[in-house]
């Protein structure tokens, strides 16, 4: 016999004789099936995680938890129903949003929502069909299993980039990256590649780029005036006060052409004591004339350099687009040849291509 304590079950079963009652009524006949007590105690331990495993499961969360919000990027899980499944920290600085919307379970309509309108102040009915629009889309092309990313800038004046990638089950995972000083980084590079850096104007790289778009845009029936302006006695100015005191002279020149033209006008340096401009919408002598003077009588007044009262003169020369030509470098070897005859001419004077 067998020692242990045994739990008794129950099943119905037929009766394998049954009697002409049983026949007329179908009545089952209950027996009993028993099963060892240290197997059912022993499947029931196996269910039950035991101090060992919630310790470890314990540990386990802490350590998830600590890798999350100790990351370098910010991090967020959703399922296939564009619900939240956990963020970390970062994720929620990034968005500045409340413990209420970070909680498993939240809608990303929720979250997008919060974040426009704090952005934005945007909450009209129009901005949430936006909204869900946009999600319903963004889901789709992630259930497609499409990888990708874009860039956001927030009205703080941080850059952030979105990688978002698709799981397998359905949901997404996104990574959050703030690439401000990055891409400050990067334009600031591109800046130095095409402006000078003492007086910050365009440089002969940039310069001569945009005066081939110009002349390329002539056949559209643009028009261009290229001015090119030689300072007048600046030599004596660096051979008299040195050479900080023409840096600083320069940066008041550059500084003054530019309170003289418009938006669509550029200003270069080309190199040393030289700058051009080129003046949009100059179809005639008239209208280059009247910029010209302008400049002359601006870059005329006393500049105030290093403490030392200097007065300094320009001689400019003109080659009107389309009229003197559409090619860049005639148009600047015919600026230069009127600039030689202005500076033949007594200097601090203007000429234009013969």
């Known amino acids: 016999m067998d020692p242990s304590p045994r739990v008794k079950t129950s099943a119905k079963v037929k009766s394998k004789n049954p009697s002409p009652q049983h026949l007329s009524k179908r009545r089952a006949v209950t027996v009993r099936k028993e099963v060892p007590f240290a197997s059912l105690a022993q499947a029931l331990t196996a269910l039950r995680p035991d101090d060992a495993q919630a310790r470890l499961f314990g540990e386990l969360n802490r350590c998830l938890d600590v890798a999350l919000n100790n990351m370098g990027r910010g991090l967020s899980m959703f399922d296939a129903e564009a619900r939240l499944i956990v963020c970390n920290k970062l994720y929620r600085e990034i968005y500045s949003l409340p413990k209420a919307l970070t909680r498993p379970g939240t809608p990303l309509a929720a979250i997008l929502r919060y974040h426009v309108k704090n952005e934005t102040g945007r909450d009209d009915p129009q901005e949430r069909e936006r909204q869900r629009k946009w999600i319903k889309t963004h889901v789709a092309e992630l259930a497609l299993g499409k990888s990708f990313s874009h860039t956001q800038s927030l009205e703080d004046g941080r850059i952030v980039l979105v990688s978002n990638q698709p799981l397998a089950g359905g949901g997404w995972v996104d990574i959050q990256e703030d690439i401000t000083e990055r891409r400050q980084a990067e334009n600031k590079i591109d800046w130095l590649a095409r402006h000078d850096t003492l007086t910050e104007v365009a440089n002969r790289h940039q310069f001569n780029e945009q005066l081939e778009k110009w002349s390329a845009a002539l056949q559209d029936g643009h028009a261009f005036a290229l001015h090119w ?8 100015v660096n051979d008299t006060l040195g050479h900080p005191a023409g840096d600083a002279l320069l940066k008041s020149v550059a500084n003054r ?3 003289v033209l418009r938006g669509t006008d550029l200003v270069g340096r080309l190199g040393g004591d030289e700058f051009a401009i080129l003046q949009a919408g100059a179809t005639d002598q008239s209208q280059a004339t009247k910029l010209v003077e302008r ?5 005329a ?3 105030r350099v ?16 389309p009229k003197d030509g ?15 005859d202005a500076k033949t001419s007594g200097r601090s004077t203007y000429a234009f291509c013969p």
């Open 257 to 259: 052409v530019r309170k």
């Open 301 to 303: 007044e006393p500049h």
């Open 229 to 236: 302006i030689d300072l007048d006695h600046f030599k004596e």
């Open 326 to 340: 559409c090619d860049p470098e005639v148009l600047m070897k015919k600026a230069d040849l009127a600039l030689y």
């Open 306 to 321: 290093l403490g030392h009262q200097v007065t300094i003169g320009a001689s400019i020369g003109i080659a009107l687009a």
């Open 295 to 299: 400049l002359q009588r601006m870059l």
